[in-house]
């Protein structure tokens, strides 16, 4: 006679190894997710939006056949005939083993998150560089504050420290004691224990920041290096505007003459003239004096160029900068160079700023689509390479 | 549930009494009733009631839940694993009708893995504390803060991928002196000089298709590395029969829940869903092979043929590509509509061969190559060199490699390697090496 049990066990077996493999998919969002930063679909989001993003799945290789063996099947009926065509529709898997590997496919996980999300996870451990305590001003400004815990949340607010210790809690509550749990048992995490910080709006007086974003318009810069630099410059506003609520940002652009626009048009608008590059950095000099004191506030100049410049200017651009780099916190300088190899030489401006070596003037260059990520954290500066 | 405990102990009794007036020889049988979830749990660690812990199966719980909650995937019918008692899981949201019909299945698959040869070297007895015990070691070495569960979990992954690359009957490795005596009485007693160029000095002598044995035996690594590679061979020796019998094992467990079920004198509204289900199971899946439908058929076939003894002495002798090479017959390719097909490009697909008179001896070949274990590509150990490289290669019939996947694998033979590997192969009819 065969023997009956009701399965009683409140342990859930495979909590450890769906955990783990939770914290694989993770893993590869954070990788992931510097490839989308210049997706068209983003840049210019308002910030409403849900993205799915594909995050491929972490996958188990064995020694499998490819393409040219051959399977067998059931057919309907008898009007299967030699050499015809099934379609594209595979008419499935071959029967394997209780442990069969799986087909040739790559497995992709939908993750869908938030704009917060997003920049949460591209953002977390960044801040900007070289921030000092200049002159409070008067104005309140508003900031997140942590404010207690709550039950739900996003991933990267995770707590673990509180989670554990609720765990523990259900854990005495329930009576349980870890010593007397059979090897086959665990306790593991409910949905419940996990704790989430939280964070409320509060006013504080906050550290002035203003932050130019210098922008090339000119005809040299084709399609391609605008759509590189709006990627750029995407990505550091949506980095400011998480990080520094109230931060103040000036948007010039410039060809033969620049000129502070809005944001809307910073993003959109084009010109055909050549380049002065002097003048957008006159300009930035000028809105400093006017409006933003060095000594009430920290001052971020960031400029974004294809490096070509007409040679009469050079003197006066190096004027500019180096003036720049005297009140600045930063003056960071991007050359977009999409239609060049990294062994190619940096375009004239680049060159330029070479001898400078202010350890406030920062370099980089964007050449395709997977740079602008690694410039973005160059310009940031060292604090956030474990980022 | 629609149901007591007492009447599965009812149904139960009935169903191994009339198994045993059949000549069915199953382990006692123990039956665990669990709720879905656990039942998802269950499966994704192939039945074992403790498993060592990896994330692969986290993952290949959230992609059945996910299938299951879109309605993709039923969960099985029945679960059971080889072990002395038979272990096997009853979902607890299972009516009635289904739950006999799986008791009737249980005792078919229980009778042939006792039963079946390739059996053998499982050691059912121990299984359950076998893995157990392997638990228990490997959780001891991710909590060792000189090892931690980066390295044993890449070492884990290595295996895993490896895992099926050992011996299939479980045997135990011989010495390389034995081996090595072996040769040296054959070349003194070389009459017709057919070892005159025979290199007596090489390691190993014989090509060693136990790719992981060979790492385990003589790899230059640590201990823990070892044991691990060693749990995960015997994990593979024990599921490799399964592999090479699944037609059969499931074959033989319908042919007998069918045949019970018929002869229970079970009441209308009982039957009549068994019947329905039973249909269901045993339905050909167009494009594939169904092994349910496939075995069941075969074993129908064979009692018509040849009588029931036939059937039992196939379910002792056979695995499944001598069990259709023995008994799967020209008309019966042709009942089945059997055609064999492969993708030339990388989407379209076409077919190669069809069951009529020309045709249904190349299908039948293509099927026995793909069927025990037969998808799952043959490599060996070739030579350990002197300076540590181990040289293995693909035992090339055919087909190719994908490449992708055999370039993933041969950093993970260099993982538990710890030395220079080189791998060959060939594809597309030239030569071609990794590594």
Same mark, same amino acid.
């Given at each position: 006679m065969s023997i009956f049990r009701e399965h009683k066990t409140?342990?859930?077996?495979?909590?450890?190894?769906?955990?783990?493999?939770?914290?694989?998919?993770?893993?590869?969002?954070?990788?992931?997710?510097?490839?989308?930063?210049?997706?068209?679909?983003?840049?210019?989001?308002?910030?409403?939006?849900?993205?799915?993003?594909?995050?491929?799945?972490?996958?188990?290789?064995? /020694?499998?056949?490819?393409n040219n063996g051959k399977q067998v099947g059931s057919a309907q009926g008898k009007d299967v005939k030699r050499g015809q065509k099934i379609g594209d529709q595979q008419p499935g898997q071959p029967a394997q083993g209780p442990l069969g590997g799986d087909g040739g496919g790559e497995e992709y996980y939908d993750v869908e998150i938030t704009h917060e999300e997003l920049a949460e996870y591209l953002f977390a451990e960044l801040k900007l560089p070289e921030l000092q305590r200049k002159q409070l001003s008067n104005i309140d400004t508003e900031k997140l504050k942590r404010k207690g815990y709550r039950s739900s949340g996003i991933k990267p607010r995770l707590d673990r420290k509180k989670s554990a210790i609720a765990r523990i809690k259900r854990m005495k509550a329930a009576g349980v004691d870890p010593e007397d749990l059979n090897e086959d048992e665990t306790f593991p995490f409910h949905e419940d224990d996990l704790k989430y910080r939280h964070y409320k709006i509060a006013k504080k007086p906050c550290t002035n920041a203003v932050i130019f974003f210098v922008m090339d318009v000119s005809g040299s810069m084709s399609q391609e290096k605008k759509f590189l630099a709006r990627s750029f410059f995407f990505l550091l506003y949506q980095f400011l505007r998480l990080k520094y609520e109230t931060i103040e940002i000036v948007f010039i652009s410039h060809d033969t003459e620049a000129q502070e626009v809005e944001e809307k048009d910073f993003f959109e608008k084009a010109s055909t003239g050549g380049t002065k590059a002097s003048t957008a950095l006159s300009l930035t000099n000028d809105i400093i004096d006017k409006r933003y004191h060095p000594s009430s506030?920290?001052?971020?100049?960031?400029?974004?160029?294809?490096?070509?410049?007409?040679?009469?200017?050079?003197?006066?651009?190096?004027?500019?900068?180096?003036?720049?780099?005297?009140?600045?916190?930063?003056?960071?300088?991007?050359?977009?160079?999409?239609?060049?190899?990294?062994?190619?030489? $940096?375009?004239?401006?680049?060159?330029? *700023?070479?001898?400078?070596?202010?350890?406030?003037l920062r370099e980089v260059r964007i050449n395709k689509r997977d740079d602008v990520w690694p410039a973005f954290i160059n310009l940031m500066g060292k604090s956030m390479e474990n980022a | 549930m629609d149901y007591k405990l007492e009447e599965l102990k009812d149904w139960d009794e009935r169903i191994i009494k009339l198994a045993k007036t059949h000549g069915l020889d199953p382990y006692p049988l123990d039956y665990e009733v669990i709720d879905y979830h656990e039942m998802i749990g269950a499966m994704v660690h192939h039945g074992m009631p403790s498993m060592y812990s990896h994330w692969s199966f986290g993952k290949s719980f959230e992609q059945t839940m996910n299938r299951y909650n879109l309605g993709a995937e039923g969960l099985p019918y029945e679960l059971i694993i080889n072990s002395d008692p038979s272990l096997a899981y009853l979902m607890r949201e299972n009516p009635l009708y289904l739950q006999i019909l799986i008791m009737a299945h249980c005792v078919g698959h229980s009778d042939f893995f006792k039963n079946n040869r390739m059996f053998k070297n499982t050691r059912p007895e121990s299984v359950?504390?076998?893995?157990?015990?392997?638990?228990?070691?490997?959780?001891?070495?991710?909590?060792?803060?000189?090892?931690?569960?980066?390295?044993?979990?890449?070492?884990?992954?290595?295996?895993?991928?490896?895992? /099926?690359?050992?011996?299939?009957?479980?045997?135990?490795?011989?010495?390389?002196?034995?081996?090595?005596?072996?040769?040296?009485? *054959?070349?003194?007693?070389?009459?017709?000089?057919?070892?005159?160029?025979f290199n007596i000095n090489m390691y190993p002598i014989e090509p060693d298709y136990d790719l992981l044995g060979f790492?385990?035996? !003589?790899?230059?690594?640590?201990?823990?590395?070892?044991?691990?590679?060693?749990?995960?061979?015997?994990?593979?020796?024990? /599921?490799?029969?399964?592999?090479?019998?699944?037609?059969?094992?499931?074959?033989?467990?319908?042919?007998?829940h069918y045949t019970l079920c018929h002869e229970l004198d079970l009441p209308g509204e009982l039957h009549l869903p068994i019947v329905k289900m039973h249909n269901a199971v045993v339905r050909p899946h167009?494009?594939?092979?169904? $092994?349910?439908?496939?075995? /069941?058929?075969?074993?129908?076939?064979?009692?018509?043929?040849?009588?029931?003894?036939e059937c039992f002495l196939a379910r002792e002798v056979c695995y499944d590509a001598s069990f259709l090479r023995q008994y799967l017959a020209e008309e019966d390719c042709v009942e089945l509509n059997l055609f064999s097909y492969s993708a030339k490009k990388k989407s379209s697909v076409t077919v190669d061969d069809v069951s009529d008179e020309k045709g249904w001896k190349e299908v039948k070949e293509d099927l026995?190559? !793909?069927?025990?274990?037969?998808?799952i590509p043959v490599v060996y150990v070739d030579e350990m060199k002197r300076d540590g490289m181990l040289v293995v290669r693909h035992e090339h019939d055919g087909r190719d490699l994908e490449l992708k996947h055999a370039n993933e694998v041969v950093e993970h033979i260099k993982c538990l390697w710890n030395k220079q590997v080189k791998f060959y192969t060939i594809v597309e009819e030239e030569p071609w090496e990794i590594d």
């Open positions: 409140v342990a859930d077996r495979t909590a450890s190894d769906r955990r783990r493999h939770k914290q694989k998919i993770e893993k590869a969002i954070r990788e992931g997710i510097h490839h989308i930063v210049a997706d068209e679909s983003i840049i210019g989001q308002d910030g409403k939006q849900k993205y799915r993003i594909p995050v491929r799945g972490i996958k188990e290789y064995r /020694f499998i056949y490819g506030w920290n001052i971020y100049c960031f400029q974004c160029s294809d490096g070509d410049n007409f040679a009469e200017d050079n003197n006066k651009f190096i004027e500019e900068a180096t003036k720049i780099t005297s009140v600045a916190q930063l003056y960071g300088y991007c050359e977009i160079e999409p239609d060049v190899s990294w062994m190619a030489d $940096p375009g004239k401006l680049f060159q330029l *700023l070479k001898p400078l070596s202010s350890n406030k | 359950i504390q076998r893995l157990r015990a392997a638990k228990k070691r490997i959780q001891k070495y991710v909590e060792d803060p000189h090892i931690g569960i980066d390295l044993v979990e890449r070492t884990l992954d290595a295996c895993q991928a490896l895992q /099926f690359q050992t011996t299939k009957y479980g045997q135990v490795r011989r010495p390389h002196e034995e081996i090595k005596a072996e040769y040296i009485e *054959l070349i003194n007693n070389d009459k017709d000089e057919r070892y005159k160029n790492i385990e035996e !003589n790899a230059d690594i640590a201990d823990w590395k070892r044991d691990i590679i060693h749990i995960c061979r015997e994990e593979g020796q024990y /599921f490799w029969p399964q592999i090479q019998t699944k037609i059969m094992n499931e074959g033989w467990a319908s042919y007998w167009i494009g594939s092979i169904n $092994p349910y439908h496939l075995g /069941f058929y075969l074993f129908q076939k064979i009692k018509e043929r040849h009588g029931i003894d026995i190559k !793909n069927v025990s274990g037969g998808s």
